[in-house]
């Protein structure tokens, strides 16, 4: 039996007496139908759980006249993504703030969770412990919110047939060789979102792990910094990317 995180084990206790038939509904029968939840999704449903009481914290210290520290912060997090978001996507940009900063949030918390030990995830191919962004599974998740999010408004803006026509590229005289260029393109952005934290994040993690144990002194702490660094940086191109990708869904031609 593979080793299992502790929150893992409270959830497979509680949830998989409902989470299993619903999974062999779905035609996807977990293989021990006693622990269906996996690490990693037990520490995505952790850091979700941190995004909703860090929202109703603030909701209830919420103050216009004396703000706390807390709120600072976030409103620091909100101004920018909502300046990231104008800046690629215009004046309406401010509209997509919610899911783009959902995003960032959720992406950073997740690439920082291996730093609590606790709460690294067990790779047990490579016998590391990484962030859930580690797993290939999770970042795919992410991607194909992203996927599903800017497609929705690419056809809430111009209509199926518009939304069709806008894939079809400025000239229709060439919209045979067009439209399954992007079309593919289209599907490509999913490995693209999903591969590129996915790889960040793994690399990190045996990064870590390798010259941590070469040096348990002090290299281990500037691996710390690096992970830190990284874990921002990935999580702001995961904001960037979708952000770009909704600009060229309801872009509107001239």
């Known amino acids: 039996m593979e080793h299992e995180l502790w929150l893992t084990v409270l959830l497979n206790r509680w949830l998989a007496r409902f989470v299993t038939p619903v999974l062999a509904a779905l035609g996807l029968p977990p293989a021990d139908p ?9 520490m995505e449903i952790l850091v ?14 919420l103050s216009v006249e004396n703000p706390g520290k807390f709120q600072h912060v976030l409103e620091e997090i909100l101004g920018f ?3 990231t978001a104008e ?8 509209r997509y703030t919610a899911m783009l900063g959902t995003l960032f949030v959720f992406v950073a918390l997740c690439n920082l969770l291996s730093l609590v030990p606790v709460l690294g995830v067990p790779d047990s191919k490579l016998h590391i412990e ?12 992410l991607a194909l919110a992203a996927f599903l999010y800017y497609n929705y408004h690419g056809f809430r803006q111009h209509g199926v047939i518009g939304y069709v026509k ?3 590229g400025p000239m229709m005289g060439i919209a045979i060789i067009m439209f399954p260029i992007e079309v593919i393109g289209n599907f490509g952005r999913l490995l693209s979102l999903s591969v590129r ?9 045996i990064l870590e792990r390798v010259f941590g144990g070469l040096v348990p002194v002090v290299v281990p702490v500037i691996f710390m910094g690096l992970h830190i660094f990284v874990s921002l940086l990935q999580a702001y191109i995961f904001l960037l990317l979708p952000a770009i990708y909704i600009s060229m869904a309801v872009a509107e031609e001239h």
């Open 34 to 42: 006693a622990r269906p939840i996996p690490d990693y999704v037990a």
């Open 48 to 61: 979700g759980l941190l995004v909703i009481a860090g929202a109703l914290l603030l909701r209830r210290r």
């Open 81 to 83: 993504v909502q300046g």
């Open 87 to 94: 800046e690629i996507i215009g004046p309406r940009g401010r």
């Open 130 to 141: 990484v962030s859930p962004t580690g797993l290939i599974q999770a970042t795919l998740g």
């Open 166 to 168: 806008h894939l079809c």
């Open 197 to 205: 934290l996915y790889a960040n994040m793994l690399v990190g993690g």
